[in-house]
């Protein structure tokens, strides 16, 4: 597995742009790092082979999709031993409204970030999908009031 020490400049400033729009064409690509189209589109393609570019997504407008709704939850485990994470990371991925879901080493076991309709749909996945998953002892609920930075933010003004 590469690193990013093996990454040169032109690299980083290709993912920097990519990562800014990923809809640029390996034209404008190559004129904004310095490069021809040829050898950007090989740099391109040599990034997405060595695993450092994962993909391509669109960012949507959650809010005008209805579902900015976003809670964080502390998740505490009853068992933590590698059959019950690998149970609860197995269920927990089934679960749509689950964006994120991190392992953390706190006094609680995992961090998931559920985006939802509202108050209501979420109070719905708690109950029914989240407290339910294997191994699942307590959790805490945190509404978010406002999302100051988040990864649109981050990136559109990079």
């Known amino acids: 597995m590469k690193r990013t020490d093996d990454l040169d400049r ?6 920097r742009e990519l990562q800014k729009n990923a809809r640029l064409t ?12 040829t050898p950007c589109q090989l740099r391109m393609k040599k990034l997405e082979q060595q695993g450092f570019i ?5 960012l949507v407008d959650q809010k005008r999709l209805g579902v900015n709704h976003i809670a964080f939850v502390q ?3 009853s068992d933590t031993k590698t059959k019950a994470l690998d149970a609860f990371n197995e269920a927990v991925r089934k679960i ?12 609680f076991d995992y961090l998931l970030k559920v985006r939802t309709s509202g108050m209501e749909d979420y109070r719905k996945v708690l109950g029914e999908q989240i407290s339910t998953l294997p191994f699942v002892l307590q959790t805490s609920t945190y509404a978010v009031m406002e999302s100051v930075k988040d990864i649109e933010s981050h990136l559109l003004s990079s």
């Open 96 to 107: 749509p409204e689950v964006e994120q879901c991190h392992m953390i080493a706190a006094g």
């Open 54 to 58: 994962l993909g391509y997504v669109a």
């Open 10 to 15: 032109i690299d980083h400033a290709i993912l």
């Open 26 to 37: 390996v034209t404008e690509l190559a004129s904004r790092v310095g490069l021809s189209k």
């Open 75 to 77: 998740v505490k485990l």
